[in-house]
């Protein structure tokens, strides 16, 4: 009895969750804005890849971001805005995901209008940031190097609901012992052809895939 009570309120949160990311989506087709969810464990280069991705485009493409902190720390969010792009911080108050009231309270403090790229920075976390529908159009996923080759394997939830895989830190590979045939079949078995883009932040080696892929993703939803 407890139990069926309790699954019914976890179902309730979730409807209203997932009503508030239609709305946050519908907000963002308006503006001709394409927008990704990006997910990684803590340290992974969430932040480094923004601003290598900023630095990318910078004169091509507008980028807005959504900063995800436990703690009201503008660490990140104060590096988006020295490299010129608007960016909202928000601060889930010690939660461990980001839900879509909070990135639909962000999308209000944002000149949607401006803006042809948004990126959420999620809190880092490999659980429960990938039940969480923010009404982004791609869950993009950063592995890293020194994390090791087994993460698909003990957390098959994220890597299965993503829509493209960053590998980064390949320039630790020969420092750290990391089976890519391993670490790929395991993200091959959970997400048949998965688009990834192994690359380094720190020497800029497989950016320009990565950046690329993002201009094609732009492009399609832009309105001329
Ligand atoms: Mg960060
Ligand atoms: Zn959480």
């Known amino acids: 009895?407890?139990?069926?009570?309790?699954?019914?309120?976890?179902?309730?949160?979730?409807?209203?969750?997932?009503?508030?990311?239609?709305?946050?989506?519908?907000?963002?087709?308006?503006?001709?804005?394409?927008?990704?969810?990006?997910?990684?464990?803590?340290?992974?280069?969430?932040?480094?890849?923004?601003?290598?991705?900023?630095?990318?485009?910078?004169?091509?493409?507008?980028?807005?971001?959504?900063?995800?902190?436990?703690?009201?720390?503008?660490?990140?969010?104060?590096?988006?805005?020295?490299?010129?792009?608007?960016?909202?911080?928000?601060?889930?108050?010690?939660?461990?995901?980001?839900?879509?009231?909070?990135?639909?309270?962000?999308?209000q403090q944002m000149p949607l209008k401006e803006l042809d790229l948004l990126i959420v920075e999620n809190v880092g976390n490999l659980i429960c940031p990938a039940a969480f529908q923010l009404g982004t159009h791609a869950n993009v996923l950063i592995a890293s190097i020194p994390e090791g080759d087994d993460k698909p394997y003990k957390y098959p939830q994220i890597y299965r609901g993503v829509s493209a895989l960053v590998i980064n830190k390949i320039d630790l590979l020969p420092y750290v012992k990391f089976d890519m045939d391993y670490f790929r079949q395991g993200v091959e078995m959970l997400n048949p052809g998965l688009v990834t883009f192994p690359l380094s932040c720190q020497t800029g080696e497989g950016i320009s895939n990565w950046v690329n892929w993002l201009k094609e993703q732009v492009s399609i939803r832009k309105i001329t």
């Open 1 to 107: 009895m407890m139990n069926n009570q309790r699954v019914t309120i976890v179902e309730k949160i979730m409807d209203a969750n997932d009503r508030l990311a239609g709305i946050n989506r519908s907000l963002l087709d308006e503006n001709g804005i394409f927008a990704i969810n990006l997910m990684a464990s803590p340290g992974a280069g969430k932040t480094s890849l923004i601003l290598k991705t900023i630095e990318a485009l910078t004169s091509q493409i507008r980028i807005g971001v959504i900063e995800g902190d436990t703690a009201p720390v503008t660490i990140d969010a104060d590096k988006v805005h020295a490299a010129g792009m608007p960016a909202v911080q928000i601060n889930t108050g010690g939660d461990c995901h980001l839900d879509a009231v909070m990135v639909n309270n962000a999308l």
